[in-house]
């Protein structure tokens, strides 16, 4: 059974950086595609993006120029940064697989991590 | 990147059929059939119900059904459950960024 999970902070201050790592288990993250979705309270889902284990990634436009994701094989996991942090950022922040890049099918996200809260606070 | 559209909510009776609608452009719902819809209870992380347009993955109730004509995507849920009742999204992936775009959710309310 695929399971996913968040950690990291829940309480981040204005300015700082956003540090978020999903660990992974019962299959291997290499072959997949791993993106980060988020979802401010009350409100829906915002795509941030995604990589490939060889190392590709896309970022949405709207975060393009804040976001940073990195994957380390021997550990299973794969991270989030955000910049400049604002309480625009406040969020539940999930992790997700999918089997195929976005532009074949790889809007199919079919394990999802339960998703973490983080607060921008000061 | 634009946001899909769908109705805020729907509502239903136990038993009936709902449909939600996902409206987006040739740029993203209309140009491929690259469209899939989750379910989210309060405080859960979403669930996929359909892909694809039209296929449920397994373990999903064949009482929710995917379908598309033109720009605008939509999923039935027939025979109407109590447990039906959340938020629903669809999404889909755009050639604008090559990327994934949501809809805005739709919250169903099981009278």
């Known amino acids: 059974q695929v399971q996913l999970q968040e950690s990291g902070p829940g309480l981040v201050k204005p300015s700082e950086t956003l540090s978020l790592t999903c660990s992974v288990s019962g299959d291997s993250i290499s072959s997949y595609y791993w993106s980060w979705i988020r979802q401010p309270p009350g409100k829906g889902l915002e795509y941030i993006g995604y990589m490939f284990y060889s190392g590709s990634t896309n970022y949405n436009p709207s975060l393009k120029s804040r976001v940073t994701m990195s994957l380390d094989s021997s550990k299973n996991q794969f991270s989030l940064k955000v910049t400049t942090m604002t309480a625009a950022d406040t969020a539940v922040y999930y992790c997700?697989?999918?089997?195929?890049?976005?532009?074949?099918?790889?809007?199919?996200?079919?394990?999802w991590g339960q998703g973490i809260l983080v607060t921008v606070s000061s | 990147q634009s946001a899909l559209t769908q109705p805020a909510s729907v509502s239903g009776s136990p038993g009936q059929s709902i449909t939600i609608s996902c409206t987006g452009t040739t740029s993203d719902v209309g140009g491929y059939d690259y469209v899939s819809w989750y379910q989210q209870h309060p405080g859960k992380a979403p669930k996929l119900m359909i892909y694809d347009v039209n296929n449920r993955p397994s373990g999903v109730s064949n009482r929710f059904s995917g379908s598309k004509s033109g720009n605008t995507a939509s999923l039935t849920i027939s025979g109407l459950q109590p447990e039906d009742e959340g938020d629903y999204y669809c999404n889909s992936y755009t050639v604008t960024t090559s990327l994934v775009v949501f809809g805005g959710g739709t919250k169903l309310t099981v009278l």
């Open positions: 997700a697989r999918a089997r195929n890049p976005p532009y074949y099918g790889g809007n199919r996200f079919d394990y």
